[in-house]
């Protein structure tokens, strides 16, 4: 089992999970709809929680409930002015590290808008890359530090408002595919069965 803390500036904040419980959400955008089963396996098991960690940072959680095979490798964020990445804690059997490849989402330009990963705000698991991903049953964790006086508050309108948008790349499907994933907000109850074909959440825009 491994819990690893990198430091991906000047600050870095050890410790496995998050401070307080946050806002979860689904990755129930599809930007690539390689294979229909593997879309609805993502849509199934892999969420992401925006927690608040206290003293100016916030914490972003991805998960993979399982059981079916998958391996979120890669993590993006499209971001505007509220966040500096701060630290990664890998949870017990993933190991990732700063810098994605490749660097931005995969099929970003199909969703919409087109997703843009900021600079510098990606990660990846470490090679062997599908076993070091978030399996089912795993998780990581993303901290960043609030800036320009922003606050956790202000991370979670972003999300609504689609000014702050967070990607995955996911491998390791039995279908041998991959997917890419954005983060939107959990529906009510069958809500899902309402998604089309295409795998896209409609009524998320951001800016023009």
Do not use: K
Request: charged share 10%.
């Amino acid at each position: 089992m491994r819990n690893m803390c990198v430091a991906l500036g000047a600050v870095c904040v050890c410790g496995v999970g998050v401070a307080n419980a946050g806002v979860t959400y689904g990755f129930l955008e599809n930007c690539t709809n390689n294979n229909a089963g593997d879309v609805a396996i993502g849509f199934a098991q892999l969420t992401l929680e925006i927690s608040d960690a206290g003293l100016g940072f916030v914490d972003f959680t991805f998960t993979n409930s399982g059981p079916a095979a998958s391996s979120i490798t890669d993590l993006y964020w499209d971001d505007g002015t509220l966040l500096g990445l701060a630290s990664i804690t890998s949870g017990p059997g993933t190991s990732f590290s700063q810098g994605a490849t490749p660097p931005n989402l995969p099929g970003g330009n199909n969703c919409s808008p087109p997703f843009v990963a900021t600079a510098g705000f990606t990660a990846d698991s470490n090679p062997p890359a599908q076993p070091n991903g978030v399996n089912p049953g795993e998780f990581v964790t993303v901290r960043f530090s609030l800036i320009n006086g922003q606050t956790y508050a202000d991370t979670i309108a972003a999300m609504v408002s689609g000014e702050l948008r967070v990607g995955v790349h996911v491998q390791g499907f039995a279908s041998g595919g991959s997917e890419a994933f954005v983060a939107t907000l959990v529906p009510a109850p069958g809500a899902l069965a309402l998604l089309g074909a295409s795998g896209l959440l409609a009524g998320r825009r951001r800016r023009a």
